[in-house]
C-alpha cells in the first residue's frame, strides 16, 4: 500500500480533475485505489499467484475493485474505466505482470499514472 503515517500518496492531477469533483464519492474511490498500490517495485501476492508490480501498480478484478471502492462492481468498472480516459491511471492486462516461471495472474494491471519516479516511496523517512 502507498499508504504512511496515516497519509495516502495520489499524482496532484488528481486534484486537478473536474472528472473526480462532479460527482461525490468519486475522489475517495481514486484515493482508496491509491492506497491499495504497491509503495515500490515488489512481488505480490494476488489472489495465491506471484505478481511483478512497480510503484504505484495493483492488480484487480471487478469484485476486488467493487470492495475498495466500497460499491457495486459496475459502479467499479465504470470509474476505473474514466480514470482511465482521464489519464489518471493506465490499464492492461495483469498476465504482463507474471513472475518468470509463474502462472499468470488475473485480472487487470492498474498503474497510477503522474507519481514522480524520483520521489522517496511512502514509508522511506
Known amino acids: 500500500m502507498m499508504v504512511a503515517d496515516d497519509f495516502v500518496r495520489i499524482p496532484a ?24 498500490a504497491a ?17 504505484g501498480q495493483l492488480v484487480v478484478t471487478r469484485d476486488s475493485l467493487a470492495l475498495t471502492f466500497r460499491t457495486t462492481r459496475d459502479v467499479a468498472r465504470r470509474h476505473l474505466e474514466c480514470f482511465e480516459r482521464e489519464g489518471l491511471v493506465s490499464l492492461a492486462d495483469a498476465s504482463s505482470a507474471a513472475v518468470d516461471g509463474q502462472p499468470s495472474p488475473t485480472g487487470r494491471l492498474v498503474t497510477i499514472r503522474g507519481l514522480s519516479p524520483g520521489a522517496r516511496p511512502v514509508g522511506d523517512g
Open 13 to 36: 492531477a488528481a486534484m486537478e480533475s473536474e472528472y473526480l469533483w462532479r460527482q461525490e464519492g468519486r475522489f475517495a474511490a481514486f484515493v482508496r485505489l491509491c492506497g491499495e
Open 39 to 55: 509503495p515500490s517495485r515488489r512481488v505480490a501476492d494476488v489472489r495465491g499467484v506471484p505478481a511483478m508490480l512497480e510503484r
